[in-house]
């Protein structure tokens, strides 16, 4: 069974604090990492894609796959209320052809 | 482009009821997937078409059905609505094609089983 991990949360932090998310995976085949930010009461929108080891930034967010370790990270730089979400960590591949998500992390900004 | 459109957004059913669930996708996409969102679940995939003509079950497919009407459209139905189908139902879609599988969410339907 493919399994997605993250800490439920609420990760709490200051505005313009960084705040680091987490995620494991069991599926040493995966192939694809997504995170996916949903607010209150909307749908899930996909805002970081990585492939590969390493970091990729995009803006304030960073991505960051280790799949030796199997673990993904979102850092988001100079956090805003804006950001106050519940943050899905996705993984693709593997054994089938699914995208498997995590339970979510819920972020709050405090101003 | 409206991306991925879900009607109706809000549903009220009672227990045996049927009804469907439609989603369109204006991108192009060849692969398409009805999820279930509940507290302290998380999404869990229903079904999924990865192309035209082709329909799977997924993760709970029981109490469901669906069509995958063309390229389009690809919808959900509940036969005998129970009160454990409550939920909010979200349709996507992707481009199988590629390995990355980048998936793009409707805004969803609220449905309630009384």
């Known amino acids: 069974q493919k399994e997605v991990e993250q800490n439920s949360g609420p990760l709490s932090v200051p505005e313009g604090a960084i705040a680091s998310l987490n995620c494991t995976y069991s599926?040493?085949?995966?192939?694809?990492f997504f995170w996916y930010r949903q607010y209150s009461g909307k749908s899930p929108e996909l805002i970081m894609s990585?492939?590969?080891?390493g970091d990729k930034e995009d803006g304030r967010f960073t991505a960051q796959l280790n799949k030796a370790s199997q673990y993904v990270s979102l850092l988001i730089r100079d956090s805003q209320p804006s950001d106050s979400a519940t943050y899905l960590c996705?993984?693709?591949?593997?054994?089938?052809?699914?995208?498997?998500f995590g339970k979510g992390t819920l972020l709050t900004v405090n101003p | 482009n409206a991306g991925v459109t879900q009607t109706p957004k809000f549903q009220v059913l009672k227990t045996g009821q049927s009804m469907t669930l439609q989603c369109a996708q204006d991108?192009?996409?060849?692969?398409m997937y009805w999820y279930r969102q509940d507290p302290g679940m998380g999404l869990r995939l229903i079904y999924y078409s990865a192309s035209e003509g082709t329909t799977d079950k997924g993760e709970v497919p029981n109490g469901y059905n669906v069509s995958r009407l063309n390229k389009r459209e690809f919808s959900l139905r509940l036969e005998s609505a129970a009160p454990s189908q409550t939920s909010v139902y979200f349709c996507?879609?992707?481009?199988?094609?590629?390995?990355?599988?980048?998936?793009?969410f409707g805004p969803g339907t609220r449905l309630t089983v009384l």
């Open positions: 996705a993984v693709f591949g593997g054994s089938n052809y699914k995208l498997t």
């Open positions: 991108m192009n996409h060849n692969s």
């Open positions: 990585i492939y590969s080891n």
């Open positions: 599926d040493r085949g995966s192939q694809s």
């Open positions: 996507a879609s992707s481009d199988r094609g590629q390995v990355n599988n980048e998936q793009f």
